[in-house]
């Protein structure tokens, strides 16, 4: 294994289980049509370069808050579980209720949870892999018995709705799953890597407002309270990286490809998606899309899919599951589940 991509195999004798999956996303759909009234571009262009047709924009009084929050009680509802059941409660988003505290003290303070551990977890689109990976360490070594992993973003209130580069996007909305410890077992997570290369971080970044950015000094360019996206550079890094992971976790286990039963990857861009297809062979009844519907939402765009994909029936007890991402950072991870 390179060192770009190798990974953390969880032991049988106590295993973090999937119990319970759930998602939410906000009422309002931003269509491309509508997209066209607001900047230079059409529905056949943005359909041609990113399979998106429509993302979900929050109302007012929403926030990432009450997103996960409802994304959270739809899984503790399908894990039959008391919220005060939770341990420990890890948010993975890149927009924050607010600075401090965090958004999963917040969503644990609505749940009526008093003692769990929570906290928010920064690594873009890869936030929800990477908080799946920290709750089955958690649980692995006997630090937790139920975690509860989020990914929950609000990402129009950090789009440049004159950027037609990046407005056509992004979307808001959340995912979330309950984690169980289940011993001597093969189920659960089995094996996770989390990375980063914090040199490509000009790739994509939203630079304010932190100290390097400060509230009180105004900004040289306006636009640099937004989000900004390399397309071409992330879609080639991207590429590259989710192959690299799923090669790299299939050789570990000393499969192929062909023995994954669903792979559910970051919706960043279908035509990603599909490039990573092409390159490991996969068919399309092996890999969950949905982006057409939802448009990229960063850290909560897998466990949406993934809770789709469990209550549509692509994904079903005992399947091999791969979720895998790429974002800013630049950051990367994969987790192998059977479900």
């Known amino acids: 294994m390179s060192k770009e991509t190798s990974g953390r195999f969880f032991d049988t004798k106590r295993r973090a289980v999937i119990a319970g ?34 993302r979900r924009i929050i109302a007012d009084g929403q926030t990432t808050m009450t997103l996960g929050l409802q994304a959270s009680l739809k899984a503790i ?162 590429v590259r990286q989710i192959v690299n992971q799923i090669v790299d976790g299939c050789n570990y286990f000393g499969i192929s490809q062909s023995d994954i039963d669903l792979v559910i990857p970051h919706q960043m861009n279908a035509r990603i998606i599909e490039s990573v297809m092409k390159r490991l062979d996969l068919r399309d009844d092996q890999v969950f899309i949905n982006i057409d519907k939802y448009g990229n939402t960063s850290a909560a765009s897998i466990p949406l899919a993934l809770d789709e994909a469990v209550r549509s029936g692509r994904a079903n007890k005992g399947n091999l599951i791969a979720l895998v991402a790429f974002g800013g950072g630049l950051t990367w991870g994969l987790n192998f589940i059977r479900l």
């Open 21 to 54: 999956t759930g998602s939410y996303v906000p009422e309002r759909i931003l269509s491309n049509h509508e997209l066209e009234k607001m900047v230079d571009t059409s529905d056949e262009w943005i359909t041609t370069r990113t399979g998106i047709k429509e």
């Open 77 to 238: 509802e399908a894990a039959q579980i008391d919220p005060v059941d939770i341990d420990m409660i890890i948010c993975g988003t890149a927009t924050p209720e607010m600075v401090f505290p965090s958004t999963a003290c917040f969503i644990q303070n609505e749940l009526g949870n008093r003692h769990a551990g929570a906290f928010d977890l920064t690594a873009a689109c890869s936030g929800f892999t990477y908080a799946m990976g920290l709750g089955a360490s958690l649980i692995g070594a006997g630090q937790c018995d139920t975690v509860l992993a989020i990914g929950a973003e609000a990402l129009s209130q950090i789009v440049n709705y004159e950027d037609r580069a990046t407005c056509i996007l992004f979307g808001d909305g959340a995912g979330a799953v309950v984690l169980k410890v289940e011993e001597n077992t093969d189920r659960g997570i089995m094996y996770n890597c989390m990375h980063a290369d914090g040199s490509g971080w000009t790739t994509i970044n939203c630079k304010a407002y932190g100290s390097r950015y400060p509230v009180k000094r105004p900004l040289d360019n306006p636009a640099d309270m937004y989000m900004m996206v390399n397309g071409r550079e992330t879609y080639q890094v991207a």
